[in-house]
């Protein structure tokens, strides 16, 4: 199966700092998710796109898809040490039914030190 | 709130023994999925089903087996473990099957098989 390729594969930043991070797939997805799993838990949805171009923000977290609809974006600003965990982007191809299944990216391991 | 709890937070087994992972869903979805999830290569669908006793392959379901007898509960079974299927094995489930319907993950059972 397809996966997406996300980047960078991880950072350390500081507390206050602005991360980017992107996701990037070789085929069209209708649909762009951003997931954040935090040490031993499940992902959790942080931000859903459905529009090609769309910016959405979620408290400090903004992210866009991407005009083309093979790449999405995500800023987080401000860092704070509880922004630690590892970010997923997710694209699905359809809107219902089986072509609703998700495809996850690779990951971004996001350490925020003081 | 949902919640998905998973059976087991760490499980070891031998090569050869069969393996049952059990997932429960507290919120009446229509749909569950199981996923693995491994380092670089963010998490890929084994299973998914969208209804009691429905079950489709997702993109790496070789090794693996499901049952969904009731709707709450989702069973992945290792037919034969090996040691590629050492992995953290996360379950998942939503409300229905359109895109719109956010998916919540349990908590993950790390599996090694020696």
């Known amino acids: 199966g397809q996966q997406l390729n996300q980047s960078p594969q991880s950072m350390f930043i500081q507390e206050g700092e602005d991360v980017s991070m992107n996701c990037t797939s070789s085929s069209i997805f209708n649909t762009w998710l951003w997931y954040k799993q935090e040490p031993g838990e499940g992902p959790v949805l942080l931000i859903a796109?459905?529009?090609?171009?769309e910016l959405t923000s979620n408290g400090r977290l903004t992210a866009q898809f991407g005009i083309t609809r093979k790449d999405s974006f995500l800023n987080i600003s401000a860092s704070i040490p509880s922004d630690v965990g590892i970010y997923f982007c997710a694209g699905q191809v359809g809107r219902a039914g089986t072509a609703s299944k998700l495809t996850f990216g690779t990951g971004t391991r996001l350490q925020v030190t003081l | 709130d949902v919640k998905v709890t998973q059976s087991s937070r760490y499980l070891v087994k031998r090569t050869g023994e069969k393996v049952f992972l059990e997932c429960v869903q507290d919120m009446d979805h229509e749909n569950m999925f199981w996923y693995r999830q491994d380092p670089g290569l963010g998490l890929r669908l084994i299973y998914f089903?969208?209804?009691?006793?429905?079950?489709e392959k997702g993109d790496i379901p070789e090794g693996y087996s499901v049952s969904r007898e009731k709707k709450e509960r989702f069973s992945l079974i290792l037919e034969s473990a090996s040691t590629n299927q050492t992995s953290m094995y996360l379950c998942?489930?939503?409300?229905?099957?359109?895109?719109?319907?956010?998916?919540?993950f349990g908590p993950g059972t790390r599996l090694t098989v020696l």
């Open positions: 796109l459905y529009k090609a171009g």
């Open positions: 089903s969208y209804d009691v006793k429905m079950k």
């Open positions: 998942a489930s939503s409300l229905g099957a359109s895109v719109y319907n956010e998916q919540f």
